[in-house]
């Protein structure tokens, strides 16, 4: 079993339309939770943390986060063709001393 | 706040050679660093992590010999590849964080892709 599990896609999402982004995760002990968005041939950047159980809101992202279920969520809403991306979902490891990755989902948005 | 740099963007070198990039966090101090590798169409592979002032802690699988790291200062790191062959060849991204502020949010170089002819 990978340690950070997501659907590689591709995603195909009409623009304006929510996009809904899952992962699971393997280690019980994870406390810190994050989505980064990379662009090909670019690196990742951060675009949502999160810590506690329920939901983040950050403009058009929210993030939600259900421990119990090992499982990290990002909703897009009113997407938009520049949201089209790969994105990762990333979870410290229980001693919080390295970062542990996904394989990334591919979004496609969709004019 | 929390921009890391990463020099070069891109670099390429004859097989044999080392290559040097370094990654550097411009408004903040790095206690702790990442390098990853990233293969065309694949993630992100943690390689090693470096704590200013000790020696890096490699992933399984790589060799510490090959890929120098060095975390002399809260500012800079440096990952070397040394020897390099084509099979080296590959996006190299540098993330850093700072555990003093209270958060573990990694922010990322701009990456370097390395082609070793």
């Known amino acids: 079993q990978k340690e950070v599990e997501q659907n590689s896609g591709p995603l195909s999402v009409p623009e304006g339309a929510i996009a809904s982004l899952n992962c699971t995760y393997s280690?019980?002990?994870?406390?810190?939770f994050f989505w980064y968005r990379q662009y090909s041939g670019k690196s990742p950047e951060l675009i949502m943390s999160?810590?506690?159980?329920g939901d983040k809101e950050d403009g058009r992202f929210t993030a939600q986060l259900n421990k119990a279920s090992q499982y990290v969520s990002l909703l897009i809403r009113d997407s938009q063709p520049s949201d089209s991306a790969t994105y990762l979902c990333?979870?410290?490891?229980?001693?919080?001393?390295?970062?542990?990755f996904g394989s990334g989902t591919r979004l496609s948005i969709r004019p | 706040g929390a921009v890391v740099s990463q020099h070069p963007s891109w670099v390429i070198c004859k097989s044999g050679t080392s290559v040097k990039i370094e990654c550097r966090s411009l408004?903040?101090?790095?206690?702790?660093m990442f390098w990853y590798r990233q293969f065309p169409k694949q993630s992100l592979m943690l390689m090693a992590t470096?704590?200013?002032?000790?020696?890096?802690?490699?992933e399984q699988g790589v060799e510490k010999d090959k890929f120098l790291i060095n975390h002399a200062s809260l500012t800079l790191s440096t990952l070397t590849v040394t020897s390099a062959h084509p099979e080296d060849s590959s996006f190299y991204i540098c993330?850093?964080?700072?555990?003093?502020?209270?958060?573990?949010?990694?922010?990322f170089g701009q990456g370097t892709r390395l082609t070793v002819v």
């Open positions: 993330s850093a964080r700072d555990l003093t502020r209270g958060s573990t949010e990694a922010f």
């Open positions: 280690d019980r002990g994870s406390q810190s």
């Open positions: 999160i810590y506690s159980n």
């Open positions: 990333a979870v410290t490891s229980s001693s919080a001393s390295k970062i542990i």
């Open positions: 408004d903040f101090q790095a206690t702790t």
């Open positions: 470096s704590n200013e002032g000790s020696k890096a802690t490699y």
